[in-house]
């Protein structure tokens, strides 16, 4: 295992690309999660077994980042209660998986939640909402069905697919049943490609003027 350690420590992986390693122990997964820490650029995904390691290009994190702060916007505009948690490790050892989100964000189950410094899927709920946006690495929606999020949201060419799970399996949705009346599928890539040319700002004030419209006329 020590070895592994050594070998991972010297392992540099260009943005945009991943390792895999396989024939990984639950027990080695944990030691490697300790041992490169929180603050890093890779992300991590187990799966009974098998590890990936993957950089991210830089289109990839700045997408994630105005995704992330346009459902940020659409929650603050609605008062509903959030915590969103970044890229925070989800693993379930019964299950011997293990995944990083790009975002991630407890809604329905922020009260559950709450204050809390550390959480345990064994006693705490999955999030609510799990945001992955494919420029060039894998997604993994299994991992997240064996983990009980309800939404997933993959984010790849342009497009939003809203993945609903129903019956343990995802469900491709047209409509969010967390937002069940907006047409996120179509309105959050059009805000994300009008802020590459006019600005985050621009498009987050443009972004909350339609959310209040569209409650409004729903009045």
Request: proline content about 5%; charged content about 25%.
């Amino acid at each position: 295992m020590r070895q592994m350690l050594l070998e991972l420590s010297r392992i540099e992986v260009p943005p945009g690309q991943h390792v895999l390693l396989q024939d990984v122990t639950w027990e080695e997964f944990e030691r490697i999660l300790d041992e490169l820490g929180e603050h890093r650029a890779s992300r991590l995904a187990y799966d009974n077994g098998t590890l990936e390691i993957m950089s991210p290009l830089p289109a990839h994190e700045g997408d994630k980042e105005i995704i992330g702060d346009l459902i940020k916007a659409l929650l603050e505009e609605l008062d509903i209660e959030f915590l969103t948690l970044g890229s925070t490790t989800f693993k379930d050892q019964a299950m011997l998986t293990g995944i990083e989100s790009d975002q991630c964000f407890y809604i329905q189950n922020e009260s559950q939640v709450r204050g809390k410094r550390r959480f345990d899927l064994e006693t705490d709920p999955p999030p609510d909402l799990a945001l992955e946006i494919n420029v060039t690495s894998r997604t993994h929606p299994r991992l997240y069905q064996a983990l009980g999020v309800s939404e997933l949201w993959r984010f790849e060419q342009e497009n939003l697919q809203i993945n609903i799970l129903k019956d343990d399996r995802y469900q491709i949705s047209e409509h969010s049943s967390i937002f069940p009346n907006l047409p996120l599928t179509q309105v959050i890539p059009q805000y994300l490609v009008e802020s590459r040319t006019v600005g985050r700002n621009t498009t987050l004030r443009a972004f909350r003027q339609w959310v209040r419209n569209s409650m409004n006329s729903k009045e």
